[in-house]
């Protein structure tokens, strides 16, 4: 089949750009090289819709973070994703700092930021009992969300909407000819007029693929901490130190995640490997030192994970840390819409770049509007965010409500078997996990593992993966292991 547009990258951004033109009479395909969507920097982030603030005045930056997170409260609400406004401090701990952010105050109203507030020792007090600070900017545009559940939900939207969805499909080679893209992939061949270039880390090399050339993506680690939910009070919004001057990063912070942990990070690092996703040990203590700078009384004995995201960074490292979005039709390859440097805040500005990507396609090609368009996604409310009038009623009509898989996060045997039979056919126990929280809790999947390997081999015949092919969790059974071992001796 030919499509109008193929979208190369399931992340936020990607999914966000192929829901906003499924508002059209296009032919879309929307492809990914992983097993699942939000596998890129769109599942491993902070989960901030920023408002602008700390990002230059007059930059695309700027421009499409505000206009992305005006949309913010009603992308969601359409999506049935939780949305949370809670606001950001920027606090000072020495005098110093405190020219930085009147600064900071000035230009984010140069950019049109409302809601700004410099708040002195007994304001930040009364608002954060615990931080430990002498002054904060305050800025009350800022929200919190999921950014999976975004990403899992502008995907499920768009495919109801038309969109050809195809996982593990990475193209390896792109054939521009008579006005065509023709891609070949490890999933088969496909053509499309346009292509959009949303492939994350990975942006650069897909240009090459195109011939386009001279772009390079410099990948930047952050790690993070993740503090069990039971502390979730500690602190009403997020709080931010002031950042080092030319350091290009927000510096660590403390981050109120939707479903009640709090984030602590992310760092910095200029790394080799683009999907090098480790945590490190050296790099999680420095965390947890500046954290205390902030947050005195936290402690380490509640942290229940770290998790790594890789940014795609346009500015090498050691330069002055700052570099635009890049976002255009490539002016010698006609037809290529090209997204690169879609580092922080790429999630809040993801609607307004899928409104940007829209303008340039239909300069090609004709808008006509689709007239079965359907914005809603149904919510999906947890079992454990119901009352409990409400879960008891749940248990009596659907006896699969009854069971516990997750008790952290207590989530159903039949939120479980929903994750399982989703729509986009991802079947693993990270797709499980980031589809109803499964394993995220306390325990990290220490009890609930088992229970969905055992749900996975009932409702699939695949093998049964941690986060797709390649990533195997069984090699065999332990009396065919010890047969072999006693064969061979190996
Ligand atoms: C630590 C960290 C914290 C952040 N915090 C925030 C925040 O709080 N707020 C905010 O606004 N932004 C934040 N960001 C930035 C935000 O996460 C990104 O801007 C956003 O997720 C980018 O989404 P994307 O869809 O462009 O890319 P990605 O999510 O990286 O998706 C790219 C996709 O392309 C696919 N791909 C690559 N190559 C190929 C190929 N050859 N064939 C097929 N598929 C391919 C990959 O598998 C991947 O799924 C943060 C980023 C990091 C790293």
Redesign the pocket.
Known sequence: MDYDVII?????????IARELSRYRWNILL????HD??????????????SGVQVPPGSLKATL?IA?SKQFPKFCRELGVPYRRVGKLIVAQHKRELATLAQMEKDAEKSGIADLKILDKPQLKQREPYINGIAALSSQGEAIFS?YTL?IALAENAQLNGVHIKLN????EIDRSKNKFKLI?NNGAYSGRYLVN??????D??AE?AGISGYRIYP?????WVRDKEWAKMINSMVYPVPVAGSGGLGIHL?PAIDGNILI??S?EYINGREDYRTTRPILNRLYREARQLLPSIDRRYFIAGY?????KLCRPGSTGFSDFLIQEEPKVKGFIN?LG?????????PA?AQLVRKLIAKGLKLETNPDFNPIRKPKTSFNNLSIAKKAAQIKADPLSGEMVCRCEQVTRREVVAAIQNTLGAKSVSAVKYRCRAGMGRCQGGYCLPRIVDMLQEHTTEEITLHGPGSHMFIGSTKELLKCYSKTGN
């Not at 190369?8 to 966000?16: D, E, F, H, K, T």
């Not at 492809?31 to 992983?34: A, N, R, T």
């Not at 949303?198 to 942006?203: F, T």
């Open positions: 190369v990258g399931a992340g936020v951004v990607g999914c966000a492809l990914d090289k992983e969507v939000t596998r890129g920097a769109s599942g491993r982030n902070s989960g901030v819709v920023h973070n992305g950014p990403n499909t990475q193209v390896s992939t949303r492939s994350g880390v990975w942006a090399k897909l693929l930047c680690r952050g790690e993070d981050t990070g992310p910095a790594t995201g890789i940014r795609s997204l879609i580092e922080s805040p790429g999630l809040s500005a993801a770049i």
